[in-house]
């Protein structure tokens, strides 16, 4: 094993969920110190165990992204234990499917504050002390529907819209500071949130279960994995990615391409 993330300190938000599980789990075996942060404790706590196999640092830090004064806090604790996070890792998420029109203002707020508001916050916590230090590596989990429109998820699509927004506008801002930030754009991940959609979808169109699939494939005919996702995400934070900036990197089967 290569462990090429030794000696870095990554902060994985949405670590208790099935891509933020996978991510965290990358960068451990590569090497680095992970601070593991989500909203639930137990989750993070078993995850934290799983992390530690590869003998490496662990902290976890439970709390909601929606909450800036937490997220402040937690980045605060984990500069206290393992030193200021080179590497930062958005992937806190949530999905609804629904009609347009049954959206509701207080659902498109929702989804803005997890998907574009925290992911702000935090940004803008760990970028001073990452150019003080000489530089890392910011990569937020997108969406194919950062760049294209998907039916029955409008305010989900805008916040992974403006999610590749903000990271290409802070890319091109760091970019002589050291700093790189990009987003991995996956379609539809094999995780129990994708499960949900799919369930969703099954009753919003009174349908079965692989009839609410199929639009959900790739076009390798599967869902992507979250380990696919996490490879991805520890290439950008890694030296051999540190000429990728303001990327929109598509790990999708080719359902997106360009």
């Not at 004064?69 to 080179?86: I, K, M, Q, W, Y």
């Not at 990327?247 to 391409?257: I, R, T």
Request: contains cysteine.
């Amino acid at each position: 094993m290569s462990r090429t993330m030794r000696g870095r300190t990554a902060l994985v938000i949405g670590a208790s969920g099935g891509i933020g599980r996978a991510v965290a789990l990358a960068f451990a075996r590569e090497g680095a110190d992970v601070a593991l942060a989500g909203r639930d404790a137990g989750t993070l706590e078993h995850l934290a165990d799983n992390c530690r196999d590869e003998n490496v640092s662990v902290v976890t830090s439970a709390f909601d992204i929606t909450d800036e004064s937490a997220c402040l806090d937690a980045v605060e604790a984990v500069t206290r234990r393992l030193g200021a996070p080179n590497v930062l890792v958005n992937a806190a998420g949530v999905a609804d499917t629904r009609q347009f029109s049954d959206i509701t203002v207080d659902l498109w707020r929702s989804v803005m504050r997890v998907h574009v508001e925290g992911p702000l916050v935090l940004m803008r916590a760990v970028i001073p002390p990452m150019v003080s230090t000489g530089g890392g590596a910011i990569v937020n989990v997108g969406s194919a529907a950062s760049v294209v429109g998907l039916p029955y998820a409008a305010p989900y699509t805008a916040a992974k819209h403006a999610l590749l927004g903000l990271t290409r506008s802070a890319a091109a801002e760091y970019a002589d500071r050291g700093i790189t930030v990009n987003c991995v754009c996956p379609y539809y991940v094999d995780t129990p949130m994708t499960q949900r959609a799919i369930a969703e979808r099954m009753q919003a169109k009174g349908c079965d279960y692989e009839e609410a699939i199929r639009p959900l494939l790739n076009p390798q005919r599967r869902l992507t994995s979250a380990e696919e996702v996490a490879a991805a995400c520890v290439l950008l934070a890694s030296p051999g990615g540190a000429a990728i900036n303001g990327q929109a990197l598509h790990v999708n089967g080719g359902k997106v391409q360009g």
